[in-house]
Structures are given as C-alpha cells and as structure tokens.
C-alpha cells in the first residue's frame, strides 16, 4: 500500500483486520448495485492480500460481503461478475478468485476513493 500511497488510517474506513489473518469489509464504493459489486470483489481480493499475504480468495467470502454491505442482488450477481470484471481478478465462482497487479492498484483507488483522498 506504500507503493500506492495508501495509509493505515484510509484502509482502517474500508476494512477491519483481526489477529487471525481474517477481515471484515466495511464499505464498497460505486453508484449502482452493479459497482459496488464489482468493487467488493475487488476490495475483497485487496483484504486477503494484506490480511494474509494471499491474492485468492473465494466467492462465499465476496459473496457474504456483497451481503453484508446491501449490494447483493440474487437476481444479477452473477451477471454483474461476468460483465464488468476490467482484469482486477481473475478465476470463477467454483474455483475461486485470484486479485491481479491490475486489481491491487485498482482496490488502492478505491480505498482512496471511500476515504475521500
């Protein structure tokens, strides 16, 4: 994140980390259902790598955020995925996801974007 000049401060805003390399998303920036999304996919890539050094992650996990946050919706999920993935991260739902360097510097935006900075 010092690469992408992200502070502690603006990740604390968009993830809680606990001590066992676990996270909570807090927030997914993004003006429609569609966006935010995307963008908790993303940002949940984005959590896994600083919690635990790890880009993949799994589509339970996103998914329960996307629920958590109010930006699931049943009906397009899945759609929402196939067409609006811009390279951030790559996999599928069965095998799970895995953020890229692209999704990394796209997730710092975002960071930066729900922080307001």
């Known amino acids: 994140m010092k690469q992408n000049e992200v502070s502690a401060e603006q990740l604390d805003r968009v993830f809680h980390f606990n001590e066992d ?9 993004g003006k429609t ?5 995307v963008n ?3 940002l949940t890539g984005l959590g896994k790598y600083l919690a635990a050094n790890d880009r ?7 998914r329960s955020f996307c629920e958590t946050i109010g930006c699931f919706d049943p009906t397009n999920h ?3 995925l196939k067409k609006n993935k811009g ?3 790559t ?9 890229t360097n692209v999704g990394v510097k ?5 960071v930066k974007e729900v922080a307001g900075g």
């Open 91 to 99: 996999g599928d739902k069965t095998k799970g996801y895995s953020l």
């Open 21 to 29: 390399a676990t996270f909570d998303l807090l927030h997914a920036p």
């Open 106 to 110: 796209r997730g710092a935006a975002l």
């Open 87 to 89: 390279g951030e991260f």
């Open 78 to 80: 899945a759609t929402n």
């Open 40 to 42: 908790a996919y993303i």
């Open 56 to 62: 993949s992650f799994d589509d339970a996990t996103a």
């Open 33 to 37: 259902k569609k966006d935010q999304t």
